[in-house]
């Protein structure tokens, strides 16, 4: 272990007392501005969003990002933190649920291992990391389009950072084109890619903006892409997706699906998983939650069934996907968000070739500025 010593390093989790809740923002930043997808209009060049600090009376600390309120989280202050949070499953007070990220950083870094070894250390510390940032460019700027020559520029770039998979959004027609026009255009970028990067992975995401039946065409259409899976099709629901495994089994491809991003049912995804009808699940890092995650993984993973956290839009979620993958196992692959955040330090995060591979420093390792409260 390279990292420095602290004072508290050598106490237990039951020495430490919750002594303060500290808000912070994080603001995001893309590397470009990032366009439409088949459901929402531009998703600009980034935004900022709320962290939280959590600090012991041990001076020990760990922060988070929240998503959703802090309102009622001041209740755990002047408590145990053995009483909010239990290091074998997480968050044990529901009025401590927004600070999820932020104890398990604390928690990790008291302990002084990395979250992934706290979560059980069942994973790789490498694991595959896709580009989730190739939307719709060839539609922007409205009044003179930059057509496929932008959506090429995005895998360039992605590829020159350190990406090997790319995954195209799709659904044009559902919104932004006419409908056949759009259609065909998902062909087309789809085509493009796959053969401007005949060694890439490609993923496609219709953010529900499909059928069934466009979605069954769509993938006759690009069926000698090799697609690695095909992303919320329409909006999850039993006979839809058994029109889409019956055309999958029986033209012999080999694309998953993976559904469960938006607005999650966790009951209705885990009959559909049992049915064989979703091959990965992929509710969010954050607005799901890691307590969540741990809860659930074993149960995806006795279906069979593998987990993709939804990572998009901070590059920060993709980096607890990664300690996910690494803590938990059984996620498939982790989503990347290209770009950096203010303020937080994330150089212990590798992307190389493809791989995306967790720090050994202990808790998530992301130092952020300032680092003590004022
Ligand atoms: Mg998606």
Redesign the pocket.
């Known amino acids: 272990m390279t990292h420095p010593r602290t004072e508290y390093r050598l106490s237990s989790l039951a020495d430490h007392r919750i002594h303060q809740i500290e808000p912070l923002t994080v603001r995001t930043r893309y590397p470009r501005v990032v366009g439409r997808n088949a459901r929402l209009g531009s998703h600009g060049s980034g935004f900022e969003t709320n962290a939280v600090r959590v600090l012991t009376d041990q001076g020990a600390s760990g922060w988070g990002v929240v998503e959703g309120s802090l309102a009622g989280a001041d209740s755990v202050v002047g408590r145990p933190l053995l009483e909010v949070f239990d290091p074998a499953t997480g968050v044990i007070a529901p009025e401590a649920l927004p600070l999820d990220f932020a104890l398990h950083d604390l928690a990790a870094t008291i302990t002084d291992v990395p979250v992934a070894t706290l979560l059980g250390g069942a994973g790789e510390r490498s694991v595959t990391c896709y580009s989730g940032a190739i939307y719709f460019d060839d539609l922007d700027p409205e009044d003179t389009p930059r057509g496929l020559d932008a959506v090429l520029a995005n895998c360039a770039a992605d590829w020159a950072a350190g990406y090997r998979a790319f995954k195209l959004k799709i659904g044009r027609g559902h919104r932004w084109m006419e409908a056949e026009a759009g259609f065909a255009r998902d062909i087309e970028v789809t085509r493009l890619v796959r053969e401007t990067y005949p060694d890439a992975r490609i993923l496609v995401?219709a953010?529900n903006g499909f059928t069934p039946a466009q979605t069954v065409r769509f993938l006759q259409q690009v069926a000698d892409c090799d697609l690695f899976w095909v992303?919320?099709p329409f909006h999850e629901e039993s006979d839809g997706l058994r029109v889409l495994r019956d055309h999958l089994l029986s033209s012999g491809s080999r694309t998953l699906i993976a559904d469960g991003?938006f607005e999650p049912d966790e009951a209705q995804l885990l009959e559909l998983a049992s049915a064989g009808l979703i091959d990965v699940m992929?509710m969010d890092v954050v607005s799901y939650g890691l307590t969540a995650w741990r809860r659930i993984m074993p149960v995806l993973a006795d279906l069979g069934v593998a987990a993709s956290p939804?990572a998009?839009g901070m590059p920060l979620k993709t980096l607890y996907a990664a300690q996910m993958a690494a803590g938990l196992g059984n996620v498939l692959t982790v989503e990347g968000v290209p770009g950096t955040t203010d303020t937080v330090e994330a150089t212990g995060y590798l992307l190389e070739d493809g791989l995306i591979t967790v720090p050994d420093q202990p808790g998530f390792a992301l130092p952020i500025t300032p680092a003590t409260p004022t």
């Open positions: 995401d953010n992303e919320e991003e992929l939804h998009w």
